[in-house]
């Protein structure tokens, strides 16, 4: 087997451990709610003014989810298999809609937020921070105070500051929701650049953190890989400068695809609460709505969801990396 | 020949001649840390100063007390206005800010031991221990801690401010665990470690009067990026509404403030000068992380 | 090859800058190894760094000229450096630590075809990776290694590697930038006998060898320059300054070498006091006198200068002196004779 092979078997290993770790917290955490949390939702909707029958329901599709008379691992079993089929539950505060469909429903808006904004930020960011690093001067030491500023910020801070300063202040762009209030979604030119408009100040807050996070540590890297020895001994061989940037920016890069998977996770959850600050109605609204509402069920999928693809991005960018590091990729165990 | 190189000016802390007097030593201490030190240090302490001394120079009590309408402009009496419930923003920061930080330095503390403990026993001892050790690291740092935060706070039966602290605490400390290890690592292979070992001292006293006392200056970086990133995790924690219940910090005033419509009405003065305070808090405290490394490597010093 | 009062110094970011190398005339001939020996901090790498134009951003060439066979003399100040052109197929450089010279993430094959696409951009890679593997078999290197990635192979052989592809294009001066002083003995000797075969071979035609191994020096080299603060002192055959050292600073270098030869028997060996100077305000006229053991008042504040020709010289007010006098060049060795005799 060679030893990318026994990279990626390893690699794979990991994260299905992670996996069930991840499906273990998911399914036991909200069961430490003490009492009976069934009785305690049940009675919250009662004060909410839910009627007797949609309550009976709700009570008996609770017991049969939580399964409470069952022993502990038979449940988490019953859950794992509901999950693997797709079925994670019903919703409390919105009955009879079920999880998967509220998150089905929410889910584009935060992949067009989420996916532009990574890739967007990973390519520009760590561009910028190369070209800071090789060019120096003004354009570095300005650049840097501002990737500095940017990256320590919180994405939620930043969209606050951008929400209030565009959208109220100068009412440049709309400050909330997904598209105009009233109006239904659809395939029309109209719509769509109505959703547009909606979308620049969340994509903006959060593509331009991840841009200055991206170009610090791409400086950082650069810089180091500029006083090498192999550049020192590329230059004393007459290899030319732009030759010499491609070797920097690749080796640069390699320290980069590993941060990456980090930094998914926390825009991940940054992204969450820039979605809550402008009404955008992607997961995270749906997760701050879940919240108020204890609406356990809604919150659980939520989490699972993230939680698995923080641990599918991570490990695909694992592999990445495995494939373009050719010291991972070219050796055979046994050398 | 000196016609070829620009004028050397003599060098004038080389010049034995200079009077040593309080203000030219203190000069001397001034720039031997960067203005960025200098900078961040103030910052810092300027916070620091803020939560912790604010909350008896105003002389309010409480910061739930309703002062006045809701949503009201700044004015002579509440410098920040009014909040939804019509408290005085004002107090509210400063209390605010103390409650973050207090949650932030206790999450601080606790991830900061758990890292070190655990990066200390897996440095030190090596082979099975440490692939173990490492292993629930990285299971830990891939799970994206927000999530957790987000259970955890649920399955609580209170949420009070050592609860939040604690519940941060445990999930963020991955980070100083593997930073500590690598260094105990390189550490454990001194000679003095194994000078130590010879002379029969047992291992709990080689890790921590051999191993330790080299990482100080790792365990107090560590420390503060723990600490910033407690005081975010709280913020975004109360963001969601699963922040303290009994207590304002700056991520339950953004929290009410979003709930209540501050930003479509307007009333920048419930969500600005949080957000802005946050963002300040953070930036200090990475950048004086970044410049401690030249505190403790006095080679990294300007002159 | 001619190289003709190189002046550099580094930038720094208070006071003044240092001046690593200030005023190095050599000469070298076709068919000769140059060893540059001398102290850390004498300058010696950062004439290698002006040489190859492979210096950290922060280094400043002030003055210097460089003229090589029929070629026009390149104004080093002015270019920054030995231009691009020149690097690799006239004059090489061979760095101290080839453990990391090779870029981690090409094979080396490819990095050896870019090496010689630089310079031949019609070459194409089959033709590029036959020369250099033809190069490697013939000195000694199996010519797989070209698949392999730099951290697949040895340190000494990585050092071999790095010479074969330093060299690839026969240039005429290769600049080994101490190249022995990482490896292990059997290493370092495998080195040596590659660079003989290259010279024997004519793919290089001069080297310029710096160390501080002087014993090294003295088994290769044709000839022996010592270079002290940033200056080269004495110049002269590889015998003459082993034997007969005209510098006190040389003297003081040869002296401290230990040689099982009955020859030496009943020299005195003595060391020095105090430390190399600071470079960013050097003594005033001859830079070695504040630790010289026959300083004369004249040398604290007037620069010794150079009588001799360019491949035979040293500067010290005693050579001077003796010139006047009608004596042979034998420098300050007349004084030690003298203080030999004289002792009890």
């Given at each position: 087997?060679?030893?990318?092979?026994?990279?990626?078997?390893?690699k794979?290993?990991?994260?299905?451990?992670?996996f069930?770790?991840a499906?273990?917290?998911?399914?036991?955490?909200?069961?430490m709610?003490?009492?009976?949390?069934?009785?305690?939702?049940?009675?919250?909707?009662?004060?909410?003014?839910?009627?007797?029958a949609s309550?009976?329901a709700?009570?008996?599709?609770?017991?049969?989810e939580?399964?409470?008379?069952?022993?502990?691992?038979?449940?988490?079993?019953a859950?794992v298999?509901?999950?693997?089929?797709g079925?994670l539950g019903?919703?409390?505060a919105?009955?009879p809609?079920?999880?998967?469909?509220?998150?089905?429903?929410?889910?584009?808006?935060t992949i067009?937020?989420?996916?532009?904004?990574i890739?967007?930020?990973?390519?520009?960011?760590?561009?910028l921070g190369?070209?800071?690093?090789?060019?120096?001067?003004?354009?570095?030491?300005?650049?840097?105070?501002?990737?500095?500023?940017?990256?320590?910020?919180p994405?939620?801070a930043?969209?606050i500051?951008?929400?209030?300063?565009?959208?109220v202040r100068?009412?440049?762009?709309?400050a909330?929701?997904?598209y105009?209030?009233?109006?239904?979604?659809?395939?029309?030119?109209?719509?769509i650049?109505?959703?547009?408009?909606?979308y620049?100040?969340?994509?903006?807050?959060?593509?331009?953190?991840?841009?200055g996070?991206?170009?610090?540590?791409?400086?950082?890297?650069?810089?180091?890989e500029?006083?090498?020895?192999?550049?020192?001994?590329?230059?004393?061989?007459?290899?030319?400068?732009?030759?010499i940037v491609r070797?920097?920016?690749?080796?640069?890069?390699?320290p980069?695809?590993?941060?990456?998977?980090l930094?998914?996770?926390?825009?991940?959850?940054?992204?969450?609460?820039?979605?809550?600050?402008?009404?955008?109605?992607g997961?995270?609204?749906?997760?701050?709505?879940?919240?108020?509402q204890?609406?356990?069920?809604?919150?659980q999928g939520i989490?699972?969801?993230?939680?698995?693809?923080?641990?599918?991005?991570?490990?695909?960018?694992?592999?990445?990396?495995?494939?373009i590091?050719p010291?991972?990729?070219?050796?055979?165990?046994?050398? | 020949?000196?016609?070829?190189?620009?004028s050397?000016?003599?060098?004038a802390?080389?010049?034995p001649?200079?009077?040593?007097?309080?203000?030219?030593?203190?000069?001397?201490?001034?720039?031997?840390f960067?203005?960025?030190?200098?900078?961040?240090?103030?910052?810092?302490?300027?916070v620091?100063?803020?939560?912790?001394?604010?909350?008896?120079?105003?002389?309010?009590?409480?910061?739930d007390?309703?002062?006045?309408?809701?949503?009201m402009?700044?004015?002579?009496?509440?410098?920040?206005?009014?909040?939804?419930?019509?408290?005085?923003v004002?107090?509210?920061?400063i209390?605010?800010?103390?409650?973050s930080l207090?949650?932030?330095?206790i999450?601080?503390l606790?991830?900061?031991?758990?890292?070190?403990v655990?990066?200390?026993?897996?440095?030190?001892y090596?082979?099975?221990?440490?692939?173990a050790l490492?292993?629930?690291?990285?299971?830990v740092?891939?799970?994206?801690?927000?999530?957790?935060?987000?259970?955890?706070?649920?399955?609580?039966?209170?949420?009070?401010?050592?609860?939040i602290?604690?519940?941060?605490?445990?999930?963020?400390?991955?980070?100083?665990a593997?930073?500590?290890?690598a260094?105990a690592?390189?550490?454990?292979t001194?000679?003095?470690?194994?000078?130590?070992?010879?002379?029969g001292a047992n291992?709990?006293?080689?890790?921590?009067?051999?191993?330790?006392?080299?990482?100080?200056?790792?365990i107090?970086?560590?420390?503060?990026?723990?600490l910033?990133?407690?005081?975010?995790?709280?913020?975004a924690l109360?963001?969601?509404?699963?922040?303290?219940?009994?207590?304002i910090?700056?991520?339950?005033?953004?929290?009410?403030a979003?709930?209540?419509?501050s930003?479509?009405t307007?009333?920048?003065w419930?969500?600005v000068?949080?957000?802005i305070?946050?963002?300040l808090?953070?930036?200090?405290?990475?950048?004086?992380?970044?410049?401690?490394?030249?505190v403790?490597n006095p080679?990294?010093?300007?002159? | 090859?001619?190289v003709?009062?190189?002046?550099?110094?580094?930038?720094?970011r208070?006071?003044?800058?240092?001046?690593?190398?200030d005023?190095?005339?050599?000469?070298l001939?076709?068919g000769?190894?140059?060893g540059?020996?001398g102290?850390?901090?004498?300058?010696k790498?950062?004439?290698?760094?002006?040489?190859?134009?492979?210096g950290?951003?922060?280094?400043?060439?002030?003055s210097g000229?460089?003229?090589?066979?029929?070629?026009?003399?390149?104004d080093?100040?002015?270019?920054?450096?030995?231009?691009?052109?020149?690097r690799?197929?006239?004059?090489?450089?061979l760095p101290?630590?080839?453990?990391n010279?090779?870029n981690?993430?090409?094979r080396i094959g490819?990095?050896?075809y870019?090496?010689?696409?630089a310079?031949?951009?019609?070459?194409?890679?089959?033709?590029?990776?036959?020369?250099?593997?033809?190069?490697?078999?013939?000195?000694?290197?199996?010519s797989?290694?070209?698949?392999?990635?730099p951290?697949?192979?040895?340190?000494?052989?990585?050092?071999?590697?790095?010479?074969?592809?330093?060299?690839?294009?026969n240039?005429?001066?290769l600049?080994?930038?101490e190249?022995?002083?990482a490896?292990?003995?059997?290493?370092?000797?495998?080195?040596i006998?590659?660079?003989?075969?290259?010279?024997?071979?004519?793919?290089i035609?001069?080297?310029?060898?710096?160390?501080h191994?002087?014993?090294?020096?003295?088994?290769i080299?044709?000839?022996?320059?010592?270079?002290?603060?940033?200056?080269?002192?004495?110049v002269?055959?590889?015998?003459?300054?082993?034997?007969?050292?005209e510098?006190?600073y040389?003297?003081?270098?040869?002296?401290?070498t230990?040689e099982?030869d009955?020859?030496?028997?009943?020299?005195?060996i003595?060391?020095l006091?105090?430390s190399s100077?600071?470079?960013?305000?050097?003594?005033?006229?001859?830079?070695?006198h504040?630790r010289?053991?026959?300083?004369?008042?004249?040398?604290?504040?007037?620069?010794?200068?150079?009588?001799?020709?360019?491949?035979?010289?040293?500067?010290?007010?005693?050579?001077?002196k003796?010139?006047e006098q009608?004596?042979?060049?034998?420098?300050v060795?007349?004084?030690?004779?003298?203080?030999?005799?004289?002792?009890?």
């Amino acid at each position: 087997m060679s030893q990318f092979q026994f990279y990626v078997a390893k690699k794979a290993g990991w994260f299905l451990v992670a996996f069930v770790i991840a499906l273990a917290l998911n399914f036991y955490l909200p069961r430490m709610i003490p009492g009976n949390p069934v009785d305690a939702i049940v009675s919250q909707m009662a004060a909410g003014g839910a009627d007797a029958a949609s309550m009976e329901a709700i009570y008996e599709t609770y017991i049969q989810e939580f399964g409470l008379d069952k022993p502990l691992l038979l449940q988490f079993f019953a859950y794992v298999g509901n999950v693997f089929q797709g079925d994670l539950g019903t919703s409390f505060a919105l009955y009879p809609a079920d999880v998967r469909g509220l998150i089905a429903d929410a889910l584009p808006w935060t992949i067009a937020l989420q996916l532009p904004a990574i890739l967007v930020g990973w390519i520009l960011g760590n561009a910028l921070g190369a070209i800071a690093a090789y060019k120096g001067g003004w354009f570095d030491r300005g650049g840097f105070i501002a990737s500095l500023f940017l990256s320590s910020m919180p994405y939620y801070a930043f969209a606050i500051l951008l929400l209030y300063l565009v959208a109220v202040r100068w009412d440049l762009l709309p400050a909330a929701g997904g598209y105009s209030f009233g109006t239904e979604p659809s395939f029309s030119w109209s719509f769509i650049t109505d959703a547009a408009d909606h979308y620049w100040l969340p994509f903006l807050s959060l593509v331009l953190i991840f841009v200055g996070g991206q170009a610090i540590g791409m400086r950082s890297m650069a810089i180091y890989e500029l006083s090498s020895d192999y550049v020192e001994f590329s230059r004393g061989v007459g290899i030319s400068d732009s030759r010499i940037v491609r070797y920097i920016f690749r080796n640069a890069m390699l320290p980069q695809v590993t941060g990456l998977a980090l930094s998914i996770g926390s825009l991940v959850g940054g992204a969450l609460i820039t979605e809550v600050v402008f009404s955008y109605p992607g997961i995270g609204s749906l997760l701050f709505g879940a919240i108020r509402q204890n609406d356990y069920p809604v919150i659980q999928g939520i989490t699972l969801l993230i939680m698995a693809t923080v641990l599918a991005a991570n490990f695909l960018v694992d592999i990445a990396y495995g494939f373009i590091d050719p010291r991972i990729r070219a050796a055979q165990t046994g050398t | 020949m000196s016609t070829v190189f620009p004028s050397a000016a003599p060098d004038a802390a080389l010049d034995p001649d200079a009077k040593s007097s309080i203000l030219g030593r203190l000069h001397r201490l001034a720039t031997q840390f960067s203005p960025r030190f200098w900078f961040a240090l103030a910052l810092t302490l300027a916070v620091l100063f803020f939560g912790f001394v604010g909350p008896y120079l105003t002389g309010v009590e409480d910061p739930d007390q309703i002062v006045g309408g809701l949503y009201m402009d700044p004015s002579a009496d509440a410098w920040l206005g009014t909040d939804n419930f019509g408290q005085d923003v004002f107090t509210q920061l400063i209390y605010g800010t103390r409650t973050s930080l207090i949650i932030g330095i206790i999450a601080g503390l606790v991830a900061t031991f758990i890292g070190v403990v655990i990066g200390i026993s897996a440095g030190f001892y090596g082979g099975i221990v440490e692939e173990a050790l490492m292993g629930v690291t990285n299971v830990v740092i891939t799970i994206p801690s927000i999530v957790v935060l987000i259970l955890l706070s649920i399955a609580i039966d209170s949420r009070s401010i050592f609860a939040i602290a604690i519940i941060i605490g445990i999930t963020s400390w991955p980070w100083t665990a593997r930073a500590v290890r690598a260094q105990a690592s390189s550490v454990r292979t001194r000679e003095h470690v194994d000078l130590a070992r010879l002379t029969g001292a047992n291992t709990f006293s080689l890790m921590v009067f051999e191993v330790l006392p080299y990482m100080l200056s790792y365990i107090v970086m560590a420390f503060v990026l723990q600490l910033t990133s407690s005081i975010l995790q709280e913020a975004a924690l109360s963001m969601l509404g699963l922040g303290p219940s009994d207590s304002i910090s700056l991520g339950v005033m953004l929290f009410w403030a979003l709930l209540w419509e501050s930003i479509r009405t307007g009333a920048w003065w419930a969500f600005v000068p949080p957000a802005i305070f946050l963002t300040l808090i953070a930036f200090a405290l990475l950048l004086l992380q970044s410049s401690l490394d030249e505190v403790f490597n006095p080679r990294l010093r300007e002159s | 090859m001619q190289v003709r009062d190189v002046r550099a110094y580094y930038e720094t970011r208070h006071g003044p800058p240092i001046r690593a190398v200030d005023g190095v005339t050599l000469d070298l001939e076709h068919g000769e190894i140059l060893g540059i020996v001398g102290e850390s901090g004498c300058g010696k790498s950062t004439l290698a760094a002006v040489l190859s134009a492979s210096g950290p951003p922060n280094l400043q060439i002030a003055s210097g000229h460089l003229t090589l066979d029929d070629r026009e003399t390149v104004d080093l100040a002015r270019s920054g450096g030995t231009p691009r052109e020149w690097r690799g197929n006239v004059v090489s450089l061979l760095p101290q630590r080839a453990l990391n010279s090779l870029n981690p993430t090409a094979r080396i094959g490819d990095y050896a075809y870019d090496v010689v696409r630089a310079h031949n951009e019609k070459m194409r890679k089959r033709e590029a990776l036959e020369l250099a593997g033809g190069r490697m078999e013939q000195l000694g290197l199996p010519s797989r290694v070209l698949d392999h990635y730099p951290h697949q192979l040895s340190g000494g052989m990585r050092q071999r590697v790095v010479t074969v592809i330093a060299t690839l294009l026969n240039p005429t001066v290769l600049i080994a930038d101490e190249p022995t002083s990482a490896l292990d003995v059997s290493s370092q000797k495998a080195l040596i006998l590659m660079l003989d075969k290259m010279m024997e071979e004519g793919m290089i035609s001069r080297i310029i060898f710096i160390t501080h191994d002087l014993a090294l020096l003295s088994n290769i080299a044709n000839r022996v320059a010592v270079m002290y603060a940033g200056e080269i002192v004495e110049v002269g055959t590889t015998r003459e300054v082993v034997r007969r050292p005209e510098h006190p600073y040389s003297k003081a270098l040869i002296g401290s070498t230990l040689e099982p030869d009955p020859e030496q028997r009943g020299q005195v060996i003595y060391g020095l006091e105090g430390s190399s100077p600071d470079m960013r305000n050097p003594p005033p006229g001859c830079r070695f006198h504040p630790r010289c053991p026959y300083v004369m008042d004249v040398c604290t504040h007037e620069v010794p200068p150079r009588m001799d020709p360019e491949h035979n010289y040293a500067t010290c007010w005693w050579v001077k002196k003796e010139a006047e006098q009608g004596h042979e060049t034998g420098g300050v060795n007349r004084v030690t004779d003298e203080r030999i005799a004289a002792a009890p």
